[in-house]
């Protein structure tokens, strides 16, 4: 067989439904070359396995012991075969000309390229709270085209960089870490304005403070595996002001356009809250330098 130009690592974390209406995004991509597409998910989502027969192009990946997102991400990339690795998360669906820019995108001297996301138009004030917390760096408009960071929701790769890298991550695919190694041999993370996808999670308030605790706490823990000894200690007594740090960088963000702007002020109560969680968490995985031991995320709300 051919090995395919392109493949999509497609995480299902959330719900059939989300899998579904994500599959039929990728379906519907243009200008590109047929797509390799590997979903791998979470053994806990009813009737997955039952859209096999809808989407017969598509790879299904379903193991009882793989049921974080970090475990789905490096399985779903290890198990694709395409030159190009794009990366995505079900509840994202990906505009029509997402896969072509992406593509495009990974022609040019980078460690890795994202894209910006989106949030669906009835989202409400936890919704928005929960996006910004997420994924303010890579809300519209996009001022500059390097990223300190990308987010799994959204990224690219080129399979000859990521084969490359001394650091894991075909069992736990860290984000950060991985995202950190590639600029080391690739350069910048570039951020592709015209590649976009829109979230649609709809989660309640207390599990979204719970989820963005784990992940914080995650976040620290596995920075501080990478960290020389003074950079440890630097991440610990400066702990205590990354509430103020984060909502500044969200507050600059949102300014940057008028519906951000009013969006964010009306979250402000719920963001202030994950806010603090994910502060609290990432302290506490600094301080312990372990991983939370249940890294699910926030099971999604009915009528999402």
């Known amino acids: 067989m051919t090995r395919p130009e392109l493949s999509v690592a497609l995480v299902g974390i959330c719900s059939r439904k989300d899998v579904k209406r994500c599959l039929e995004s990728l379906r519907a991509q243009e200008n590109v070359p047929p797509l390799e597409i590997v979903l791998a998910y979470d053994p806990r989502l009813a009737d997955v396995a039952s859209l096999a027969d809808e989407f017969p192009d598509v ?33 994202c669906i990906a505009d029509p000309g997402w896969a072509h820019a992406m593509w495009v995108a990974l022609q040019k001297p980078c460690g890795a390229v994202g894209g910006t996301i989106e949030i669906r138009d009835e989202a409400g004030p936890t919704d928005w709270a929960f996006y910004f917390v997420d994924f303010f760096r890579y809300a519209r408009p996009v001022k500059i ?22 650091v894991e991550w075909k069992s736990m695919f860290l984000e950060t870490v991985v995202h950190d190694a590639l600029k080391e041999i ?66 600059t963000k949102a300014f940057e356009s008028s519906e951000l702007r009013e969006r964010f002020i009306r979250s402000l109560g719920p963001l202030a809250l994950m806010v603090f969680a994910w502060s609290f968490g990432e302290w506490l995985g600094y301080w312990t330098g372990t991983h939370p031991e249940d890294l699910s995320v926030a099971p999604e709300r009915e009528g999402a």
């Open 145 to 166: 085209a390097t990223s300190p960071t990308l987010t799994v929701c959204n990224a690219a790769y080129r399979r000859e960089d990521l084969e490359k890298l001394s």
């Open 186 to 251: 690739g350069g910048p993370l570039h951020l592709e304005d015209q590649a976009r996808v829109t979230m649609r999670r709809h989660v309640t308030l207390p599990s979204a403070i719970r989820e963005r605790y784990v992940f914080g706490r995650l976040f620290g823990a596995s920075r501080l595996e990478f960290a020389g000894r003074r950079d440890k200690w630097k991440y610990r007594i400066g702990s205590p002001l990354l509430p103020a740090v984060l909502l500044k960088r969200m507050t």
């Open 59 to 91: 790879r299904f990946f379903v193991d009882p012991d793989e049921t974080s997102p970090l475990q789905l991400a490096a399985r779903a990339i290890k198990e694709t075969t395409g030159e190009y690795v794009l990366l995505t998360e079900d509840h």
